[in-house]
């Protein structure tokens, strides 16, 4: 029998065969097949209302009965190997009620999940190999699930056929008979009145409490794809008070004094209820609030800016009035460099008239989705899901072991299990991040349980064990000194198979080559060959099971290198059960007392998506967007987190933080939530400024008052249906001048409302405002801008709705998701959905589609950050600054010069690029303020001002060699003008410092490195950029390298490595041209009949202000013991030369000069 999947917009057609490769063994699964939801409830509404094609049984074939295929097809076959050790089922489960079909079938693929590796790619055959070194899953013991058949209700039915309130047999719940029962109400399910039952003794079991999962919304019709539940018991939503006094047996309503602990509902104690009921309060308790800066500071800064302001402008006017006619070279350069200079501040500080800060409130987010609700009994959480991006390409410069950590601190983060899902992008297809995620699996089965017993914080081992203070401060719990050895000694251990894995996986390849070696040549002599003839075996990198490793191999061969190989997907670890699982007590096995402690962990899955030569793999953007793919398929959650592989979660609540303000009111227009960066492993003197304390904590907190900050990177929560290029469900445009006229525009309209429906219609999202009636040309405009996988189109309806802001029954959130929506167990994940995934990694997946273009990450940059916060604002979403109480995330930083200023050069080269594209500010929509234009706009300027630092640099030298200055003489008006500048400046700065919150030495520190980058890697940016633009020519950049702390090694080893870098030449000859000129400009004013020691001050005074500037970069060359390196003396002396050359010849000794004749004025 064959069995075939395809979809007329699909280019892959699906075959099922049990033959398989050596390797392989057992059937073959059809893959991709539509996933059907678990609910057994036909009037649910969170059923399907239609007919699927597929009911999603796996059959098996055989190699012979396979048919030739159509060569517009792509074919690919899953093989599921069943082995002893995955068996469907335990024999403990043996004696369990029996079930459907169709449930005994997802249950039965799920066991291959966790242990199965999935690879597959173009014109290969998508293959799932059975992994037996990886870590099991406990399983869970499923059980039947009883469903209320009323519609609308998904609560648990009574399971006793004596207590059951109709002979009929229909299934429904008590709170839906109680409703029935006092008002009427007759049986569904054979029209007749209800019959008096007890149901208060009624057994039940933890199992049965389990909520049925979500639907797949396959084939629904549009208009009624984004909302699950309909109709509840309480039409209007608002609670009964009188009915509530009534039935409590005489007490009083809400706001008695005692409210009995045991709350009544009918005479029967509700279960978790020791509060009132909630009468719609919690709903208006915000759970974020605003807090402006002090006006006391903000007044003054406003005031202090138009100051200055005003003070540049007279400046420069008497400046242009005032010309040097002794110098007017001199004096026309120095004027052009100011006026760009006072347009460059201007950018940068009118986007600072607005700073706000934010605060959360978690006790009230806990309240309104993580506790017992007349919709939720059992107070399941109702937060949505979170898919977490980590991203790493090289495990050389990227070490294994700063991803594990990383890795460890999002699995233990404080977040309910169930909801968060955790992705792997290795863009190199490393068998050493491979096994490294394995090992981080089997160690976080230790790790996890302990952090949420102690409530340890950071949940990062490395920093928790390496922090310098007292680890018992705060805990109570007596066996917490025994476990936290135990578990120290296990981290050694993690950390010394993690550092052993690439010799072990060296020696393990070598063994099995020289192993295939000898099979071949013993196979060619039985052949008959010539055993002096040289044998050709490639050199395979091998797994623990021995098998060939699918991704890139140590020799580089032909489909096994970096970027040849064909897509990988492993989930180490399986999406996990909707009810806690508690854990044993400790003995010989378990290290941690964990029997009140839940021992679940997030689904982990590691992704290395398909390259292939001649193909654009777009860098880290394209590795996001297959990872926004490969979850929107496996977990589908509504908002994202993306994670450096060396930023780690440092608050344990982050996630928390960052969904307050996705939640609140308001925030269905809030495309993403940026937090801060902070770093670890920086000196303490900062000497580049590797906090960059200035950007994150002044100009991000001031964007926050605009319409948001920028995306830069890493450590932002984005909202799913944002990164789909979606716009929000309503929009302000600015318009007139300086968009002072604001217009509302409300993008997501109800389809053909009526007069009496209109409100209460379901909206559908689109895409830039596109919105069309015909539903054929929505589903073809969505095909060609998403791709052909079915799966995926499916999914998007549904990260909409369940990214909706919960309904408060006060008409602000009319089309908001019902409380209680989320609180199901997500759909399971099966094979059907991994072969998909494997699919929409693939490298030929995004041709002819807008994935990088208007979808997801978007391509062009080197900064494809900024660019993709840049097209979101521009579609009129919003964004949120969360600067948190405890850090939310940290993360390592070049501390080396040169690593550093590779650093700075990638960011302005990407700047470059943004300000000859389209995602020039210049060309932004209405939707965007005109304040955020002029941010956005100073991002794709500033590295031209280096042009005019340059310059400005060597003019001070230049007026010390000829005597002459930038003015005719030092006036006072002159200087009256440079001191009030100056001093504006100085309280400008003050008061930043006071509303941001930052140091004065990293202001200072700031001032400097901007010298430091403007005059190496800023020009260097202009060019490489002008370059790309003009000629074509592509630019390519290294990654940054990831420090792994060494305890043999200084923390600070790298802060004085000297590495020769071209970037270093400009700043070299700045210092070296202005230490000479200062000593010709003394030498020539002390040796003068007329000495001008006006212009020698002028000269030396700027010349000391751009040493000083440079001073860390000048102690950077000197190392650890203040060597200066060969090469900069060999630079000092050539130029020393030159200029003392050019020196005699434009101005030559005179012999009347007498010298003898020395006096001071």
Not at 103 to 123: A, D
Not at 159 to 183: H, S, T, V
Not at 512 to 521: D, F, G, I, S, V
Not at 544 to 558: F, K, P, Q, T, Y
Request: hydrophobic share 35%; glycine share 8%.
């Amino acid at each position: 029998m064959v069995q075939r999947a395809s979809s007329p917009a699909s280019p892959v057609t699906v075959t099922v065969s049990t033959s398989g490769t050596r390797g392989f063994r057992g059937m073959g699964l059809t893959s991709p097949v539509p996933r059907t939801s678990l609910s057994n409830n036909s009037n649910s509404p969170q059923s399907s209302k239609t007919n699927r094609a597929s009911t999603g049984r796996y059959c098996s074939m055989s190699r012979d009965e396979t048919e030739e295929v159509s060569s517009e097809f792509v074919r690919y076959t899953v093989h599921i190997p069943p082995t002893p050790d995955h068996q469907p089922m335990s024999v403990s489960h043996s004696s369990l009620p029996e079930e459907p079909e169709a449930n005994l079938m997802s249950k039965t693929q799920k066991q291959f999940i966790s242990g199965t590796i999935y690879t597959g790619g173009f014109n290969a055959v998508t293959r799932g190999h059975v992994i037996d070194s990886l870590p099991k899953q406990p399983q869970i013991s499923p059980s039947v699930k009883f469903v209320c058949g009323m519609d609308g209700c998904d609560g648990k039915a009574i399971r006793d056929e004596a207590r059951l309130p109709c002979d009929c047999g229909f299934r429904i719940c008590k709170e839906c008979y109680y409703d029935a029962f006092n008002n009427g109400g007759k049986c569904q399910g054979c029209k007749e009145p209800y019959r008096e039952v007890d149901t208060e003794d009624e057994p039940s079991s933890e199992a049965d409490d389990q909520a049925l999962p979500l639907p797949s919304m396959a084939g629904s019709k549009p208009e009624r794809r984004l909302s699950l539940v309909k109709s509840f018991k309480a039409p209007n939503h608002d609670f009964d008070h009188a009915r509530w006094l009534y039935e409590t047996k005489g007490t009083y309503g809400y706001g008695n004094a005692l409210w009995p602990k045991d709350g009544y509902w009918n005479g029967s104690t509700m279960n978790g209820f020791e509060d009132p009921p909630d009468f719609g309060e919690r709903s208006r308790r915000p759970l974020t609030r605003k807090v402006s800066v002090s006006t006391a500071i903000l007044s003054p800064y406003r005031l202090l800016i138009v100051i200055r302001l005003a003070a540049l402008g007279f400046f420069l006017a008497w400046r242009i009035r005032h010309p040097n006619h002794e110098a007017m070279w001199l004096w026309g350069l120095s004027i052009t460099c100011e006026l760009w200079f006072a347009l460059s501040w201007l950018l940068d500080q009118l986007p600072k008239l607005c700073p706000v800060n934010r605060v959360t409130d978690l006790s009230v987010l806990r309240e309104r989705f993580e506790s017992p609700t007349l919709r939720n009994p059992k107070g399941r959480s109702d937060l949505p899901a979170i898919d977490i991006f980590v991203s790493t390409a090289d495990p050389e410069k990227e070490p294994p072991l700063v991803t594990a950590n990383t890795i460890l601190s999002i699995l233990a983060v404080d977040y309910p299990v169930e909801k968060v899902a955790c992705y792997l992008s290795d863009d190199g297809g490393s068998l050493l991040t491979f096994e490294a995620l394995a090992e981080t699996a089997s160690f976080a089965r230790i790790w996890v349980p302990f952090c949420r017993k102690h409530n340890i914080e950071p949940r990062n081992p490395d920093a928790y064990f390496g922090l310098k203070r007292d680890p018992t401060k705060n805990k109570v719990k007596v066996d917490f000194v025994r476990e936290r050895r135990r578990v120290k000694r296990e981290y050694d251990e993690f950390k010394v198979r993690i550092n052993s894995l690439p010799e072990s996986i060296r020696r393990r390849s070598d063994a099995y080559n020289a192993h295939e070696e000898l099979r071949t040549k013993r196979k060619q002599m039985e052949m008959g060959g010539n055993p002096s003839e040289p044998i050709k075996v490639p050199k395979a990198t091998w797994m623990s099971d021995g098998s060939h490793w699918s991704g890139a191999w140590a020799s580089g061969e032909r489909d096994h290198s970096r970027g040849d190989h064909i897509g990988i997907i492993q989930a180490m670890l399986a999406p996990p059960s909707s009810e806690p699982v508690m854990g044993g007590m400790a003995d010989e096995m378990n290290f941690v007392d964990t029997a009140d402690v839940d021992i679940r962990l997030p689904m982990l899955v590691y992704v290395s998506r398909e390259k292939r030569p001649g193909y654009d793999h777009n860098k880290k953007a394209g590795a996001m967007n297959a990872l926004v793919r490969t979850s929107a398929i496996m977990s589908n959650g509504p908002f994202i987190l993306n994670l450096d592989c060396d930023h780690y979660i440092y608050n344990s609540l982050a996630l928390r933080e960052g969904m307050c303000f996705m939640l609140d009111r308001g925030g269905d227009r809030i495309c993403y939530v940026q937090f801060p960066q902070r770093f670890e492993g920086i000196d303490p003197n900062d000497r580049y400024a590797n906090h960059n304390a200035v950007f994150f904590d002044v100009s991000l907190r001031a964007f926050d008052g605009l319409q948001g900050p920028m995306y830069v990177g890493t450590g932002c929560i984005f909202r799913r249906v944002a990164l789909y290029g979606f716009s929000p469900p309503r929009a302000t445009e600015h318009m007139g001048w300086l968009g002072r006229r604001k217009l509302k525009v409300q993008l997501r309209k109800p389809k053909n409302p009526s007069k009496k429906e209109k409100g209460k219609e379901e909206t559908k999202p689109c895409i830039n405002g596109y919105d069309s009636d015909d539903e054929d040309i929505e589903s073809q405009l969505l095909s060609r801008r998403f791709g052909n996988s079915d799966s995926l189109l499916e999914s998007i309806p549904v990260a909409e709705f369940q990214g909706r802001l919960v309904q408060d029954g006060h008409g602000s959130t009319k089309e908001g998701r019902p409380a209680g929506s989320l609180a199901v167990p997500r759909e399971p994940l099966d094979a059907a959905a991994v072969a998909e995934a494997i699919n929409v990694i693939s490298c030929f997946y995004e041709d002819k589609t807008e994935w990088g273009r208007r979808v997801g990450w978007i391509y062009g940059s080197v900064t494809e950050d900024v660019v993709t916060g840049y097209r979101m604002h521009n579609r009129g979403w919003r964004s949120v600054y969360c600067v948190t109480k405890r850090d939310a995330f940290r993360g390592t930083a070049p501390i080396n010069l040169t690593d550093r200023l590779h650093q700075v050069l990638r960011w302005a080269t990407g700047s470059v690029e943004i300000f000859f594209s389209r995602n020039n500010a210049i060309f932004s929509s209405r939707r965007m303020k005109f304040l955020q234009k002029v941010a956005y706009f100073n991002v794709g300027i500033y590295p031209f001002t280096s042009i005019f630092l340059l310059v400005y640099c060597f003019l001070p030298a230049l007026s010390l060699f000829t005597g002459q200055f930038i003015v005719q003489s030092l006036s006072i008006m002159f200087l009256v003008f440079l001191l009030l500048i100056t001093l504006t400046l100085s309280l400008l700065a003050l008061l930043e410092i006071k509303w941001s919150g930052i140091t004065l030495h990293e202001w200072w520190r700031n001032e400097q490195f901007w010298l430091i980058g403007g005059t190496s890697a800023h020009p260097a940016a202009v060019l490489q950029g002008l370059l790309k633009v003009i000629a074509g020519v592509d630019i390519s950049f290294t990654l940054t390298t990831k420090s792994s702390n060494d305890e043999n090694e200084d923390d600070f080893a790298e802060l004085y490595m000297v590495k020769w870098s071209f970037l270093m030449v400009p700043p070299i000859t700045i210092m070296m041209v202005n230490m000479i000129a200062i000593a010709v400009g003394v030498a020539r004013t002390m040796y003068s009949e007329i000495p001008q020691w006006s212009k020698l001050v002028g000269g030396v005074f700027f010349s000391f202000w751009v040493l000083i500037h440079l001073y860390p970069f000048a102690k950077g060359l000197m190392g650890r013991r203040g060597r200066v390196p060969t090469i900069v003396f060999v630079w000092s002396g050539l130029l020393s030369i030159i200029i003392s050359l050019l020196w005699v010849y434009i101005s030559p000794p005179s012999s009347k000069i007498q010298y003898i004749k020395f006096q001071f004025p």
